[in-house]
């Protein structure tokens, strides 16, 4: 069955001097009135407790133009202003909602710059891309094609910090379901591996990443040597971009086939909703659970699996997947990380990470809409907790939650 859903394509670009500059405008204004909008929105709270409303930032920058001092935000295309001011009150949104922290300021250099065109903004035609303002169409690497009979509905710009620019082109796309399979399967951050599956199969990280975070700790080193100002400074500063981004670039093909991988193979997949921050914490993770891996890993998850018809569960931070055996359900009251292999009173030997992945699919199984119909590789992996009695969200309620603190020491999961 074909499905109609958006998809970005992303190219890389290289535009005029005449364009580069006519964006760099654009970016610093997309930046002030984000930044600008905030400010006043937050005044209006904290002095008055008045919400503003995305129409009132809306008619605040149209007053922004009238004064001299702001004249020149008229000067640019006025789309991706109002795009700063929808995502501000996304950001707001989704603040009230307690679901992010409280907007912040948008550093000059420090995030990715962009400006996002909607339809109005640019105009496709014969493969060609031309944003306002802008007298040539964008000289783009079509480095897969568009999809046939493509229509663009937003193309957003970007330069990263290593200076390289791209544009993502927003487009309906058509994808097939696939037809259903009985696999599933469950993925768990491993200590030693980028990601292990519960069928016992490690993932390590993507290849060259090792030697690639090697150059970047010397070009940061080298960096730090550096006098502030000078030009070898801003030399030092670009080679320790481009590396980033070398890496970032890697581990997103990389991701992209995992995720590809295991959505074909599995009708369902549960991962663990991990809590990033504290696993960072702690050194020998920081490189296998790579920055943003998990939660890139996880959204391609999430999309893939909606375009395909298969159904991804994500497991609550809090479940003991480690410390629970696999085979009797027992937990472990101590698993210090140095311990990568241990055994159940129960007799079973476990892998730390495998067994995590396969506490991870029972958990997920049990709350899965499609669990009934889909046969774990195991049935004696199910955790014999009764797990499967409880509804989605409570998947670990019952079972005992780590202590604060004890997450960072060593008894993760
Ligand atoms: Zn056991």
Redesign the pocket.
């Known amino acids: 069955m074909a499905r109609q859903v958006k998809r970005a394509f992303r190219y890389r670009f290289y535009p005029t001097g005449e364009q580069a500059a006519e964006l760099a405008r654009t970016f610093g204004c997309v930046r002030l009135v984000y930044n600008k909008a905030l400010e006043e929105r937050t005044r209006a709270w904290y002095a008055e407790r008045r919400r503003m409303s995305y129409v009132q930032t809306s008619a605040a920058l149209t007053a922004w133009k009238q004064t001299p001092e702001l004249g020149f935000l008229g000067e640019v295309s006025s789309v991706p202003l109002q795009q700063a001011l929808r995502h501000l009150q996304t950001a707001f949104t989704n603040f009230f909602a307690r679901r992010a922290k409280y907007p912040r300021f948008k550093a000059r250099k420090k995030s990715r710059e962009s400006a996002e065109y909607t339809g109005s903004a640019f105009r496709w035609r014969d493969g060609e891309l031309m944003l306002a303002k802008m007298s040539e169409p964008l000289a783009i690497v079509w480095s897969r094609p568009l999809p046939d009979g493509a229509e663009p509905s937003t193309v957003t710009v970007s330069r990263d910090a290593a200076g390289r620019w791209f544009c993502s082109i927003l487009c309906i796309d058509t994808v097939t379901r696939l037809d259903p399979v009985e696999q599933a399967v469950g993925v768990a951050a491993g200590l030693s591996s980028l990601v292990t599956l519960s069928t016992g199969e490690k993932i390590a990280n993507p290849r060259h990443e090792r030697r690639d975070r090697e150059r970047l700790a010397r070009a940061q080193r080298g960096l730090a040597r550096k006098v502030p100002g000078s030009a070898n400074r801003d030399k030092a500063k670009a080679r320790v971009a481009r590396i980033h981004a070398r890496i970032a670039d890697r581990r997103r093909d990389f991701l992209h086939k995992l995720s590809t991988r295991l959505v074909h193979e599995n009708q369902v997949v549960v991962i663990e909703d991990l809590n990033v921050r504290n696993l960072v914490k702690n050194h020998s993770l920081a490189r296998a659970v790579s920055d943003a891996a998990w939660r890139q890993l996880r959204m391609m998850l999430e999309y893939k699996a909606g375009w395909y018809g298969r159904e991804l569960v994500v497991i609550d931070r809090w479940f003991p997947s480690s410390k629970t055996?696999s085979?009797?359900?027992?937990i472990t009251e101590k698993l210090p990380l140095y311990v990568r292999v241990w055994e159940?009173?129960?007799?079973?030997r476990h892998d730390r990470d495998v067994n995590a992945a396969k506490n991870v699919l029972a958990a997920g199984l049990a709350v899965s809409a499609c669990g009934a119909g889909v046969r774990p590789q195991r049935e004696s992996s199910r955790t014999g907790q009764s797990v499967s009695k409880q509804e989605t969200h409570g998947v670990t309620r019952g079972l005992p939650r780590p202590r604060a603190g004890e997450e960072v020491k060593g008894g993760l999961f």
């Open positions: 055996c085979g009797c359900g027992t159940c009173g129960c007799g079973a």
